[in-house]
């Protein structure tokens, strides 16, 4: 187990470094110019020279990179064009928030998932499984945004439950666990969780569908075993598709939230590029890109590592 353990952590460092080279040439390929969130276009030549020195932009782009990516290592992720204040003081607030969004609404689609795929699995061509199927791909199927929109209409200006927009009371950007902050975060995570509780219904619902015709199953049932011990041998060999797939749905859900964030005008990560992007942000771009994926490469890593945990076979395969 620990030679898998290291192999895993060493597959995961060249992972990342690629990760740093994409996030900073993807900024760089992008069309338009980031110095002109602060400075006009008719600019004086000797203002741009400045400026361009000021950021590092007179410098060759691999040069640029290693500046860029040793603090980038030291925690410092440059300073906001737009707003002049450190990249990692916003991305960090901002990222706070997100987790707690995605935090919530990948537990919420992982157990709404799970329930709907194992009741399908079970009641494999009843209309239990037909519901399943049919709440599956509704959810896999519907824009996040347009669903946003609904929810806000129906349950926010037309029934007054839920507020439509920020973190918390008065446009509040700081997260704190009581009852106002929850009902800000009632229709977002709702939202955002919809995709991953289609796709674990499906998986689970297959997984355990195929699962229940193995011999294993048939031999246990034999032996005089409940339903309930057997359930336990069904969920033990299906966990580790599951937490894989709901591994990647979490990183999906903190990359992929910018649109439901924008909608509900909710202060995480995704708000946070779309403004980035608008404002030509290069350093925030730069800033926020970067912790996303690296968090996403972090997700997986744990993942590796605990699949052999559930399933020792994975360890010494």
Known sequence: MLTYFLKRLLYALPIALSVTMVSFMLVYLAPGDPLNAIAPADAPA??????????????????????????????DLGTSIASGRAVATEVLGAVSNTLVL???????????????GALAG??????IDRVATFLSVVGVSIPHYWLGLVLTIVFSIWLGWFPAMGAGPGGSSEWLWDIA???????????LSVIPMGIIT??????????LGQEFVVALRARGLGGVAVFKHVAKNTAPTVLAVAGLQVGYLMGGSILVETVFAWP????????AIFQRDMPLLQGTILVLCMFFVVLNLCVDILQPLIDPRMGRS
């Open 202 to 211: 499906r998986t689970v619902r297959a997984l355990v569908a195929d699962m």
């Open 181 to 191: 902050h929850l009902r800000h975060l009632v229709l977002p995570a709702i939202t």
């Open 46 to 75: 000797d203002v741009i020279e400045a400026l361009k020195s000021a950021y590092g932009l007179d410098r060759p782009v691999p040069v640029q990179y290693g500046l860029w990516l040793w603090r980038a290592v030291q925690g």
């Open 122 to 127: 079970y009641k494999h061509g009843s209309w």
């Open 102 to 116: 995605a935090g919530v609404a990948a537990g919420l689609g992982v157990l709404v998932g799970c329930v709907l």
């Open 268 to 275: 995480g990560t995704g708000f946070l590029l779309n403004t």
